[in-house]
T-cell receptor, first 111, second 117 residues
Framework: AQSVTQLGSHVSVSEGALVLLRCNYS??????LFWYVQYPNQGLQLLLK??????LVKGINGFEAEFKKSETSFHLTKPSAHMSDAAEYFC?????????FGAGTRLFVKA | DAGITQSPRHKVTETGTPVTLRCHQT?????MYWYRQDPGHGLRLIHY???????DKGEVSDGYSVSRSKTEDFLLTLESATSSQTSVYFC????????????????FGQGTRLTVV
């Protein structure tokens, strides 16, 4: 069965530092993978998605993710954190009509 | 925000009472979903719909039922609310239909915070 594991329920970075949020997937077939962001008291917003067209995927707000089949990973990165990036981030995998979400990683950005 | 509205946004109800949450979309998307969000669990799929009157169970469907009589509306009903159903509920609609039915849930509602006392 397809699933995702997010490593670290909380990540804290300084403003201007690299953001790295980790996601590993398990899938017996080429997966469709996603990253979503959730700001307080809001719904989820799609950041980016991998659908096998390219291994490096660029999303909104300067985020990108790289699909690495050998490592079964789809980590989310941003070169320089901004205070407005503080939110909760979810990795997800498509399974048929369903999307399966990881437990989420809350990103804190320190001034 | 995409044309997706959840109502009510907040509700407090007593154990044992029925509760219905509504999701309304103006995007004419085929796929609609209900999730619940709880700390440490991410979002878990309750039920989903792939067309009018076409629904199926997700991973946490016990105690919930759904109905979709029109493309734009997807209702989630808690037949007899329990404290374990206290949660934030999200409705989602698909971004688009693609070959093989693979599509992304690109649009989420604002959520309904339900408290069962």
């Amino acid at each position: 069965a397809q699933s995702v594991t997010q490593l670290g329920s909380h990540v804290s970075v300084s403003e201007g530092a690299l953001v790295l949020l980790r996601c590993n997937y398990s899938s017996s077939v080429p997966p469709y993978l996603f990253w979503y962001v959730q700001y307080p008291n809001q719904g989820l917003q799609l950041l980016l998605k991998y659908t096998s067209a390219a291994t490096l995927v660029k999303g909104i707000n300067g985020f990108e993710a790289e699909f690495k089949k050998s490592e079964t990973s789809f980590h989310l990165t941003k070169p320089s954190a901004h205070m407005s990036d503080a939110a909760e981030y979810f990795c997800a995998v498509k399974r048929g009509f369903k999307t399966i979400f990881g437990a989420g990683t809350r990103l804190f950005v320190k001034a | 925000d995409a044309g997706i509205t959840q109502s009510p946004r907040h509700k407090v109800t007593e154990t044992g009472t029925p509760v219905t949450l509504r999701c309304h979309q103006t995007e004419n998307h085929r796929y609609m979903y209900w999730y619940r969000q709880d700390p440490g669990h991410g979002l878990r799929l309750i039920h989903y719909s792939y067309g009018v009157k076409d629904t199926d169970k997700g991973e946490v469907s016990d105690g919930y039922s759904v109905s979709r009589s029109k493309t734009e509306d997807f209702l989630l009903t808690l037949e007899s609310a329990t404290s374990s159903q206290t949660s934030v509920y999200f409705c989602a609609i698909s971004e688009s239909e693609r070959t093989g039915g693979i599509s992304a849930e690109a649009f989420f509602g604002q959520g309904t915070r339900l408290t069962v006392v």
